[in-house]
């Protein structure tokens, strides 16, 4: 590990990036994430890649589309309304199996909503915002250090499955500084790209980089070929931290900045006696199902806090699957829990 | 110190409010503390007023986000009305009573008032105004410790802004002890 450096979380995701061997940066500005951009403006001539503002955010993504073709890794950034823009390249992306890394620093909803924090893109993430049966990883860091290697992490799991990544996170991660530790060197895993149209040199035959498959049954197969992709993920990729869940009174569910809150929840009810635990899924595609299962005996129930109006809380429900009652607390518009609310909605689910 | 130090630093835009509290939280951080510093980026930026929360903690920061805090720095009399009802009891409020113009309504806290931005002036540059409230909140709470937080205007200042460094620690000191 490197010197110990206090970055903006905007900035080190672009850094993330750079150093996980992206060369191709589209993107176009929004609150709260424009920082990475700007980072990508400064920093991408110095190592001979690509940056380029594109005139919106849907011609950022189908260059997007263009790089991963040619077997290049590539990054877009955007926030919510930026996002939901791009959903028709983001479906063709998953359609054509590329590789490539999403950014969405969310902000609150819904239209042009507000610039501050919120986590009201989680369906949106999870279950498809575009058209079609399809997946993508979607990673939810909870810390500058965090946002660092996953964003490292999110190349590696593209090329290997060439699949989308998302990075999710909000407006405090990616506004916030925080100590990180940059690697001397990153561990890269990308396998041969022997399907990318990279030119046949008269050669090989045509590589075809498609999402369109007029041919029912061509295109069947092709979905079942998907479905086993993601089920493959699905069984290897799943990434989740549980803390303090044995003998948990009540096992909060949270991800990304809510997660922090909750540490600091947990620390307030010991000293009142009370035991919560908590399960943190950092993929939310795929969904750490197991964790819940593992623990659904244990507490007398669960609590979701999220900030949006009750999404993960239906992932969390079919997890739990009804063996304990799930209870849910969010805030919205921008608004933060505080740790004596979460508190207080904890001793009424107790009472 | 105390295990965990809140500190919200609140002006003007152009004031050096967001680099205050940047170079605060480096300063922490090269103590070995566990920091955040988190700036405001909200529609009031525009024109208006900044803030910063700055968490420098013995253990790692839960929300970066404070609903309270035990430091308040203020350099203007629309950042005291907005933050002076969120400082604990028993905490503290530094104010530069050069833009301040009112009086505090608490009577529970530690007030110091410091007419830094006339110091800063009678020193020939303005923009040590937010250092010299750093001296006073360093000195009292001992929140980070002064021979890092020279590294961290090492670290935060441009190269080319380092000869500043000597003057910067002088108006540290002149905070310090008024």
Redesign the interface.
């Known amino acids: 590990m490197g010197e ?1 450096l ?1 970055m903006k979380g905007n900035e080190v995701i672009a850094e993330a990036a750079i150093r996980a061997g992206c060369r191709h940066y589209f993107g176009y500005p929004i ?2 994430q424009t920082e990475i951009a700007h980072y990508m403006a400064k920093k991408m001539p110095e190592v001979d890649g690509t940056f380029v503002q594109a005139e919106s955010e849907i011609a950022a993504i189908n260059m997007v589309y263009g790089a991963a073709s040619a077997g290049a890794r590539v990054l877009t950034s955007s926030s919510s309304p930026g996002i939901s823009l791009k959903q028709e390249g983001i479906s063709y992306i998953a359609g054509a199996e590329l590789p490539a890394v999403v950014v969405n620093i969310v902000r609150c909803g819904p239209g042009l909503g507000g ?2 924090p919120a986590q009201c893109d989680y369906f949106q993430a999870v279950k498809g915002g575009g058209h079609g049966d399809y997946k993508m990883v979607v990673l939810a860091p909870c810390s500058v250090q965090e946002l660092y290697e996953m964003t490292v992490e999110a190349f590696n799991i593209s090329d290997k499955y060439r699949i989308l990544t998302m990075i999710m996170g909000d ?2 991660l990616g ?5 990180v530790e940059f690697k001397d060197k990153e561990d890269i895993i990308s396998p041969d790209k022997n399907w990318a149209t990279t030119g046949t040199q008269m050669k090989r035959e045509h590589n075809v980089v498609t999402s369109i498959f007029i041919n029912p049954e061509v295109l069947e197969n092709h979905n079942h070929k998907l479905q086993e992709k993601y089920a493959l993920i699905t069984e290897n990729e799943i990434k989740v931290e549980t803390y303090n869940c044995e003998n948990a009174d009540i096992i909060v569910a949270a991800f990304g ?1 809510v997660a ?2 909750i ?2 929840v947990i620390k307030m009810a010991e000293k009142e006696g009370i035991k919560v635990g908590l399960i943190r899924p950092i993929t939310l595609w795929p969904f750490p199902e197991r964790a819940f299962q593992k623990y659904a005996d244990v507490p007398k129930a669960f609590l979701t806090v999220e900030l949006n109006a009750g999404q993960m809380l239906e992932d969390v429900k079919l997890a739990v699957n009804g063996k304990k009652p799930v209870h849910f607390y969010g805030r919205m518009g921008g608004m ?1 829990p ?3 609310e979460i508190l207080d909605k904890i001793k009424d689910i107790l009472k | 110190m105390m295990a965990q130090q809140e500190i919200i630093i609140a002006g003007f835009g152009g004031q050096g409010i967001l680099s205050a509290g940047r170079l605060l939280a480096y300063a922490g951080m090269l103590d070995n503390k566990h920091v955040s510093w988190l700036p405001s980026y909200g529609p009031e930026m525009r024109g208006g007023t900044a803030n910063c929360h700055v968490t420098i903690s013995d253990e790692p920061v839960g929300s970066p986000i404070l609903n309270s805090s035990t430091a308040l720095v203020v350099m203007n009399g629309p950042s005291l009305d907005k933050f002076e009802s969120m400082v604990v009891s028993g905490g503290m409020i530094i104010t530069d009573s050069s833009l301040v113009e009112r009086d505090i309504k608490r009577a529970d806290i530690d007030l110091f008032e410091i007419p830094a931005t006339k110091i800063a002036s009678d020193m020939g540059n303005l923009t040590y105004a937010n250092i010299i409230l750093l001296g006073k909140l360093i000195a009292r709470t001992n929140v980070v410790s002064k021979e890092n937080f020279e590294e961290a205007l090492k670290k935060v200042l441009p190269e080319k802004k380092h000869y500043m460094i000597p003057e910067e620690m002088k108006a540290l000191e002149l905070g310090m002890n008024y």
Request: glycine share 4%; no cysteine; charged share 20%.
């Open positions: 110990k206090l609150t709260p610039i501050l407006g405090i506004q916030m500084m925080e100590a900045t922090r809150i540490k600091n933060l505080t740790q004596q």
